[in-house]
């Protein structure tokens, strides 16, 4: 009887035991089911739900005022190549002007910028060898007539026989060396830039005038001054007095990429836009261009003549050039207003049959030439799209504003 008591209690506590562990394992999936139902509603007010966009709007006849449709057709675009550069003076036409002899300046005339005309006078110097050469012409002219009036006593006297044939003679050929004296003199004079009629004047006159006139070389534009009045000047010392250039043409100085290098050659066309002549486009060929390419930056310097009869563009100026190499492609193309970059980088169109519902399309794009865009892939000939208002379109489906 106490055995079956035992056992009986034995059994009891391990039934007891089986309970109690049946209730905890109960609570930890009751918690732990808790526990997985709150983590699975953080997570839900953790993710981002993506907006769904749609892909088409119908328009009201109000919405359909700022839209226009058109027709995709094929347009020119010109395959060329563009670089950077600047305007400089053409060194090719460009003359630094010095003094032919050496003096003193006396005055300078003309300041920098100022245009001026081919004989136009820049300075003047007092010049020492011209006073020398023409103070020789007037002791020349001095001899001449000395022996003229020597000539023609002995010819007369000649008649009479009151003088020798040699005496003549000798008469003659001074005379002639006289007159010989006297050319050489006015050519001596004549080279310093006097003119016959200036030359005539310090003949008759018997005065030097010792005022070297230096003139401009050519028809251009000043673009340096290195002299002032009293400096002592010699040929060919530097600076020169001035320096003058052709404006009729100017250089462009661009550096472009070694990548473009075989894109370019010796007397191609470039048309030459400038940022202070909004719209305005100068006409020009390649001139030259370096036998070397830059090692830093992989480019390779090009000179271009610019044709500017107006004499409009000034050294230093920012341009950029274009030069065509190769025909116009003509390819499928839509106004640049009727194209749309999307936040994900996509460019897209919008196509209608209608001209009332409008459809979203994904398309490639290409160059951009005189407002139009390139369409490589993603639209037909003869489709009707949104050329203008495309971005209000796109719009109104982010907003939702779509009519009815």
């Known amino acids: 009887m106490a055995r079956s008591k035992s056992t009986s209690v034995v059994g009891g506590i391990a039934r007891a035991a089986r309970a109690l562990t049946a209730i905890a394992f109960l609570d930890a999936s009751v918690g732990l089911s808790v526990m997985s139902a709150d983590a699975n509603a953080q997570e839900s007010n953790l993710r981002v739900v993506e907006p769904t966009y749609a892909t088409s709007v119908n328009l009201n006849d109000k919405q359909l005022a700022s839209v226009e449709v058109g027709a995709v057709g094929n347009h020119e675009f010109p395959l060329q190549k563009s670089a950077v550069g600047s305007i400089d003076f053409n060194e090719d036409m460009t003359v630094q002007v010095f003094t032919p002899y050496q003096g003193k300046i006396i005055q300078l005339f003309p300041k920098i910028g100022d245009e001026v005309k081919k004989g136009e006078t820049l300075f003047t110097i007092d010049s020492p060898d011209l006073l020398n050469a023409e103070s020789n012409l007037i002791a020349a002219a001095g001899v001449l007539d000395l022996t003229n009036r020597a000539l023609s006593r002995l010819q007369e006297l000649y008649n009479t026989r009151a003088v020798s044939q040699a005496d003549l003679e000798q008469a003659i050929s001074d005379q002639q060396t006289a007159e010989g004296n006297l050319r050489a003199g006015r050519d001596s004079v004549r080279i310093f830039g006097k003119s016959e009629t200036e030359i005539d004047k310090i003949v008759a006159d018997r005065i030097a005038d010792p005022t070297l006139v230096v003139p401009s070389p050519i028809t251009g534009r000043i673009t340096a001054r290195d002299g002032q009045p009293g400096l002592f000047v010699q040929p060919g010392s530097p600076p020169a007095v001035y320096s003058v250039a052709d404006i009729n043409t100017m250089w462009m100085l661009a550096n472009v990429a070694e990548s473009d290098i075989s894109a370019f050659h010796v007397g191609q ?124 379109l796109s719009n109104m489906v982010l907003i939702g504003q779509a009519g009815e």
């Open 269 to 392: 066309e470039i048309q030459v836009s400038l940022l202070s002549f909004p719209g305005k486009v100068f006409q020009g060929r390649i001139w030259s261009m370096d036998a070397m390419v830059d090692p830093n930056t992989h480019r390779m310097l090009m000179r271009s003549t610019i044709d500017d009869p107006d004499h409009e563009l000034r050294s230093g100026m920012f341009a950029t050039f274009v030069i065509r190499v190769g025909q116009p492609l003509s390819t499928l193309a839509v106004p640049s207003d009727g194209v749309v970059r999307e936040g994900d980088g996509t460019y897209t169109v919008w196509v209608t049959a209608d001209r009332r519902r409008f459809s979203q399309r994904v398309v490639k794009i290409g160059m951009l030439n005189a407002g139009y865009r390139q369409i490589l892939d993603g639209l037909k000939p003869g489709e009707l799209v949104a050329t203008k208002g495309a971005v209000y």
